[in-house]
């Protein structure tokens, strides 16, 4: 069974980069689709993008300009990176997946722990 | 984005009770509903895929039903490790968009 672990660090500056890892383990990253999606008291669950083994990615209209997703299968990781963050981009980050079999790939059946992410000076 | 609304936003109820929780899309979405559980200081967890399909492990006291744009998550008989929060989520079209949540406390 996929195991999904979130690493990064946990206090960002304002209008730096956030920066986070996703490690997969357990089954090969090629089966499945990978999201972010975050969750705050402000905005609740808010999927952030997703990214495919091929690098084809889809990212969140809203954030698009600051967004950059992408996979390592070599490294068995997903990466995040999310720039010019502000207070509005605090929240904890979670990594998910979908089986790419679905029929239905903007639903997630994995997800990691997640992360906290602050944004404050 | 299509927006999806939850109600009750939060609802007390006790160990056997049958409890029902009801999501709203703002336009149809056919049957890409799904259900996700989370409790305090865990990730959401999947409960069930295209509004009744129940995943696996899964305790069959958890059904939904719907379609279009209304939907039921129901617990037929509720237990204490059922205290959690409940969300929707519509996979019908980018992006995703979750419901706000139901908050489920035991009595």
């Known amino acids: 069974q996929v195991q999904l672990q979130e690493s990064g660090p946990g206090l960002v500056k304002p209008s730096e980069t956030l920066s986070l890892t996703c490690t997969v383990s357990g089954d090969s990253m090629s089966s499945y689709y990978w999201s972010w999606v975050r969750q705050s008291a402000a905005k609740g669950l808010e999927w952030i993008g997703r990214v495919q083994i091929s690098g084809f990615t889809i990212y969140r209209p809203s954030l698009r300009s600051r967004l950059t997703m992408s996979v390592d299968e070599s490294r068995h990781q997903v990466s995040l990176e999310l720039t010019s963050v502000t207070a509005a981009d605090t929240a904890v980050y979670y990594c998910?997946?979908?089986?790419?079999?679905?029929?239905?790939?903007?639903?997630?059946?994995?997800w990691g722990p997640g992360i906290f992410v602050t944004v404050s000076s | 984005d299509i927006q999806m609304t939850q109600s009750p936003s939060s609802l007390s109820a006790s160990v056997g009770d049958r409890v029902t929780i009801t999501c709203r899309a703002a336009q149809s979405i056919t049957n890409y509903l799904n259900w996700y559980q989370q409790k305090p200081g865990k990730a959401p967890k999947l409960l069930i895929s295209a509004a009744s399909s129940l995943q696996s492990g899964v305790p069959s006291r958890f059904s939904g039903s719907g379609s279009g744009t209304d939907f039921t998550l129901t617990i037929s008989s509720l237990q204490p490790e059922d205290l959690a929060t409940y969300y929707c989520?519509?996979?019908?079209?980018?992006?995703?968009?979750f419901g706000q949540g139901t908050k489920l406390d035991i009595k």
């Open positions: 989520q519509q996979s019908d079209s980018a992006p995703p968009t």
């Open positions: 998910a997946g979908v089986s790419a079999g679905a029929s239905d790939l903007l639903h997630f059946d994995t």
